[in-house]
């Protein structure tokens, strides 16, 4: 069978159904939720338009709750391959060249937000199953495209669907790398509180506010924070100018009457790899921990200097640990929050090896001086054997399709193939191809959408024959 020659013939129509697909703004949205959108209008949108797609290529579809549904190609026997995918995507940033969701075409490439995470594999995925389905391909299994709607969140929507539909036996997730992902870090997402502070002196400076950050697992690309004070604001102005030209620091003030607004921009990346990004927030507080604040602001913004500037890796905090299947656990300072009135909070998202203890972890966190643990949320490690036989099938469909050695890696994101016992996440970034996931400008090279699509369609006929 020459896969390639198949999807070929129909790339003018998935380069097309891509585009649409990408154009649907599929951000979380809590205030448009509701029961039959339980993750906002726009998720919503883009759940509805991939059922449809597979409900008028002749699948078996199915809504459940809205949370989750699947589309499903009929095998003879009961068992079920599963292609876990995903509709949502993390907030588009600043600073993107087109916009995010016109799903531009430019050097071969497609520009939106979700064209690598998750949007574009999925419909590279969904393109294979209508080419099994119409090559006429006899199947033993069932092939079932599992479609979430929270992954980028709190996963709410695979522990409603599993809740109701069997799991799968076996399957993969088209939502990192290729060749194979067999190993995924444990996952935790955690926030620490600040503590009351006794009554405190007055001081000539007061924050009043400092925020940064939209999401645990994205580095935050933007700080912005506001001091108030009679005297010596302008002076302070003065400072944030030379901090952000001595730390080629992009960022903005503005002063007025009793009030000095900072601002600083950073990287955004993918909480993976926190050092693939400039943590905006973790910048602002290290101008921040420079002035004579009130006690309270003092002592929060302390506490990330002391406890996250600088380390990425958990050397402060005494967590840092590393092992030969997963590599090293990684941190990341995703949400800083504070007002002059209410208690300081920090969000803060740590990827720990599949050998790791998260209970230890936790005891760390517990341990962080004027601070209690809010809340703690806990995804355990995965791990797939490189002899089972998911792994043999796939390392055999990638190096017939590619002609290179089908390595097994492990990341610190975590997919969806961590909801099977036996699922593995595979592709569609290409080796030597770079991460753009969660960053602006994010895009999926149209060759290599066309190439993932002919592996996974030969995959799904090697799993489901």
């Known amino acids: 069978m020459d896969w390639k020659k198949e999807v070929e013939k129909r790339k003018d129509d998935l380069v097309k159904d891509t585009q649409a697909f990408l154009r649907i703004k599929s951000v979380l949205e809590e205030e448009t939720k509701s029961a039959e959108a339980p993750f906002g209008d726009g998720i919503n949108e883009a759940f509805l338009h991939l059922l449809e797609l597979g409900e008028a290529s002749g699948f078996t579809v199915k809504n459940v709750d809205g949370y989750a549904g699947h589309i499903e190609l009929s095998g003879t026997s009961e068992e079920i391959v599963g292609i876990l995918c995903h509709v949502d995507v993390v907030p588009e940033g600043d600073g993107w060249t087109s916009d995010p969701y016109q799903a531009e075409i430019r050097d071969g490439k497609i520009f939106a937000r979700g064209a690598m995470d998750d949007k574009g594999p999925t419909v590279a995925a969904f393109y294979a199953m209508k080419i099994v389905k119409e090559l006429n391909l006899p199947l033993t299994k069932n092939v079932r495209m599992i479609i979430g709607t929270d992954e980028e969140s709190e996963w709410r929507c695979v522990d409603h669907y599993f809740k109701h539909e069997k799991m799968p036996e076996l399957g993969f997730a088209p939502d990192a790398d290729f060749p194979i992902i067999h190993a995924e870090k444990g996952i935790i997402d955690l926030t620490i509180k600040q503590q009351q502070v006794d009554k405190e002196e007055r001081t000539e400076l007061t924050l009043g506010s400092f925020q940064s950050g939209r999401r645990y697992n994205m ?58 990004g400039k943590n905006a927030g973790v910048i602002l507080a290290a101008f921040l921990h ?9 002592h929060f913004v302390n506490t990330i200097m002391d406890k996250f500037e600088g380390d990425t890796r958990g050397n402060k905090l005494n967590i840092a640990f590393k092992d030969e299947i997963s590599g090293e656990l990684t941190l990341n300072v995703g949400i800083i929050s504070y007002q002059e009135e209410r208690l300081g909070q920090i969000g803060i998202n740590i990827r720990y090896p599949v050998s790791g203890n998260s209970e230890q972890i936790k005891e760390k966190m517990l341990q962080i001086n004027g601070f209690e643990l809010q809340s703690f949320d806990d995804s ?86």
């Open 380 to 465: 355990k490690p995965h791990h797939v054997e490189k002899n089972h036989p998911l792994i043999q099938a796939l390392q055999k469909v990638y190096e017939e399709q590619t002609g290179d050695h089908a390595e097994l890696i492990a990341i610190g994101g975590g997919t969806y193939a961590r909801s099977l016992e036996a699922g593995v996440a595979f592709g569609p970034l290409f080796p030597g191809r770079p991460d753009v996931a969660h960053q602006k400008d994010e895009y999926i090279e149209i060759e290599d959408l066309l190439k993932a699509t002919a592996i996974y369609a030969q995959a799904i006929y090697e799993l489901a024959k």
């Open 219 to 276: 580095v935050p690309d933007y700080a912005e924070a506001v001091l108030k004070g009679e005297e010596n604001l302008a002076k302070v102005e003065t400072l944030f100018a030379e901090f952000l030209r001595d730390n080629e620091v992009k960022g903005q003030h503005h002063l007025e009457d009793d009030s000095l607004k900072l601002s600083v921009e950073g990287v955004s990346a993918h909480a993976m790899e926190p050092n693939n």
């Open 290 to 298: 420079k002035l004579e604040l009130d006690q309270k602001a003092h």
